[in-house]
């Protein structure tokens, strides 16, 4: 089968795609960044998944499958340039799986959409409404391009349709939203709140999409790992030194004395839990992860 990977040049991305190689899959790789080391099997285009050239390798290649794993985080670029890529570009990959006969479409889309409130349940499941605009305004482009993507869900019938909402990874990387906050030696948490902290090994992450994939899955399912833990304690199993700060004064250290950068609204998601019940996706792909909380924390220390 032919599968094209947009953002495949990502971590999950690059074990996603070997994992597809060996199972005897073509991987069509989409992706502004080079993967020079890319194995037999992977072809990359270095191309932007909005222009025309990425159109062309649908319209050429004729992809089966699609994993749309091209989406970015406030970490990583400007707010004008997310919504270009997360919102643009993924209504592009839609438009292009409709228009090139596409049979299959993953969307990996992030947990934290369902937003950070005290009065959230603490268990989110698939039916509960994405908050996150009103709760962290900066993920406003990620909750736009999850719900468009779940849009084709009944707009496209012919399209099986997908949608993974998957929780924080980590691992031996040392990359993505999770491992940037706790990236610097002191993590500046709210003082008085020791929220829970769910994520997953991201050798875990690229076996669930695979195993997604596989099951032909469709619909919108969480994915989550082990067991979440409470801040503190991921702190002091990364070697990190959590430093309690007023409310009042957290946005003002965001950026200094060694503390990294974060949108103001980030408070509400240091505060309050974002954990969800992934019961569902378990069950549809029998899913088990194979790192512990303990094994994926010990991986992303050891790898620093």
Not at 281 to 299: H, L, P, S
Request: charged letters at 20%; proline letters at 8%.
């Amino acid at each position: 089968m032919k599968i094209v990977i947009t953002g495949l040049a990502g971590v999950v991305g690059r074990r996603v795609a070997e994992a597809l190689v060996r199972q005897g899959h073509t991987v069509l790789g989409i992706d502004r960044r080079p993967w020079p080391d890319a194995p037999p099997g992977v072809e990359m285009f270095r191309v932007d998944v909005r222009k025309r050239p990425a159109e062309d390798v649908f319209r050429t290649h004729r992809p089966e499958a699609v994993i749309h794993m091209a989406t970015v985080s406030y970490f990583s670029a400007r707010r004008e340039e997310r919504y270009r890529i997360n919102l643009g570009g993924t209504r592009a990959v839609f438009d292009y799986c409709e228009r090139y006969g596409v049979e299959q479409a993953l969307f990996i889309g992030r947990h934290t959409i369902y937003g950070a409130a005290p009065d959230a349940p603490l268990y989110r499941t698939e039916i509960e409404p994405p908050l996150a605009v009103a709760t962290f305004p900066d993920l406003a482009d990620l909750v736009a391009a999850d719900l468009y993507a779940s849009q084709a869900l009944w707009r496209l019938p012919a399209l099986r349709t997908a949608v993974l909402r998957i929780v924080y990874t980590l691992g031996p990387s040392r990359r993505g939203t999770l491992s940037s906050y706790i990236g610097e030696r002191f993590v500046p948490t709210v003082m008085g709140f020791d929220p829970l902290y769910q994520f997953m090994h991201e050798h875990d992450a690229a076996d669930a999409i695979v195993r997604a994939l596989t099951a032909k899955l469709h619909g919108v399912y969480n994915v989550a790992g082990p067991s979440p833990v409470p801040l503190s304690l991921l702190c002091k199993v990364t070697g990190r030194t959590a430093v309690p700060i007023p409310e009042p004064l957290f946005p003002r250290v965001l950026g200094h004395f060694g503390f990294p950068k974060l949108p103001s609204h980030a408070v509400n998601h240091v505060k309050h839990p974002v954990v969800v019940d992934d019961a569902a996706f378990r069950a549809a792909c029998g899913f088990i992860a194979r790192y512990d909380e303990i094994q994926t924390m010990d991986a992303w220390r050891e790898a620093g």
